[in-house]
């Protein structure tokens, strides 16, 4: 079975009540729940992990290689400020979908700069927690032998 580590940056932790205006209510309990019940559906086994710290990330970043095919990240707010997870992406040569619970094109000028996005496969932003089930869907499908073509 295809591996994907599905990986949450800092604050994601406090999923359900940080700014349930922003962030919904959904916590990172149900997140990761309903992203291991959808890659079991698409044949996929998905491991879950968070930190509030850019060196743990960086290590499960480097971890991956040769464990999992592919990676469903939110770097929250190291998205706009990591050049170190934007050279760990680079250094692992894994497919990496970058996901954000809100649009951060709508937010904050200083949100609309993400350092991951042009190592990335993708970008899916503004569809709250379902954004991970599409990056789900984006990776199994990039996976899978008629997407490799």
């Known amino acids: 079975m295809t591996s994907i580590l599905v990986l949450h940056g800092p604050n ?10 922003v962030y919904g209510t959904t916590t ?10 959808h890659g079991q559906s698409r044949g996929l086994s998905v491991a879950c992990l ?6 743990a990330l960086v290590d ?8 999992h095919r592919g990676i469903v990240l939110n770097a929250g707010a190291y ?3 990591s050049i170190a997870l934007r050279d760990a992406i680079s250094s692992v040569e894994l497919p990496v979908v970058e996901v954000h619970l809100s649009n951060i094109h709508a937010r904050e000028a200083f949100r609309h700069v993400s350092h991951i996005a042009p190592v990335a496969l993708g970008q899916i932003c ?3 927690a379902q954004g991970y089930l599409l990056a789900l869907d984006a990776l199994a499908a990039h996976l ?6």
Do not use: D, Y
């Open 144 to 149: 899978s032998p008629e997407g490799a073509r």
């Open 79 to 81: 998205t706009h400020t």
């Open 28 to 37: 990172l309990e149900m997140v990761n729940s309903a992203c291991i019940a």
């Open 50 to 55: 968070q930190s509030n710290h850019e060196g």
């Open 12 to 21: 994601l932790n406090l999923l359900g009540t940080r700014q349930p205006e």
């Open 126 to 128: 503004g569809f709250g």
């Open 60 to 67: 499960a970043i480097h971890a991956a290689k040769g464990v």
